[in-house]
């Protein structure tokens, strides 16, 4: 079992960033595949930035030039640092852990882009 902790989200205005981190514990992997999702209300779970141990980075057309993904294996902790934030970005944001083909899910966080 691998448990996911995120954190960092919030509320900002147009045009402002955040950095949300998501901390693994238990059954954690040098192989992986980490990814952070968000799904807006009313709207299906998507996926914005995908990495791979071997810091292979896939961002989605909306996350690109905007959101940097990174992570820091001897903490086993991600970040998806987000610059020039706008109202459509609002939504739960989840991190996701693939390891040896199961799935694990965060708990969400909610980032919030208003005036």
């Known amino acids: 079992q691998v448990q996911l902790v995120e954190s960092g989200g919030g509320l900002v205005q147009p045009g402002g960033a955040l950095r949300l981190s998501c901390t693994a514990s238990?059954?954690?992997?040098?192989?992986?595949?980490m990814g952070w999702y968000r799904q807006a209300p009313g709207k299906q779970r998507e996926l914005v930035a995908y990495?791979?141990?071997?810091?292979?980075?896939t961002y989605t057309n909306s996350a690109k030039g905007r959101f940097t993904i990174s992570g820091d294996n001897a903490k086993n902790t991600f970040y998806l640092q987000m610059n020039r934030l706008k109202p459509e970005d609002t939504a739960v944001y989840y991190c996701n852990y693939i390891r040896s083909g199961y799935n694990y899910w965060g708990q969400g966080t909610q980032v919030t882009v208003s005036s």
């Open positions: 990495i791979t141990s071997a810091g292979i980075r």
């Open positions: 238990g059954s954690v992997s040098r192989n992986y595949g």
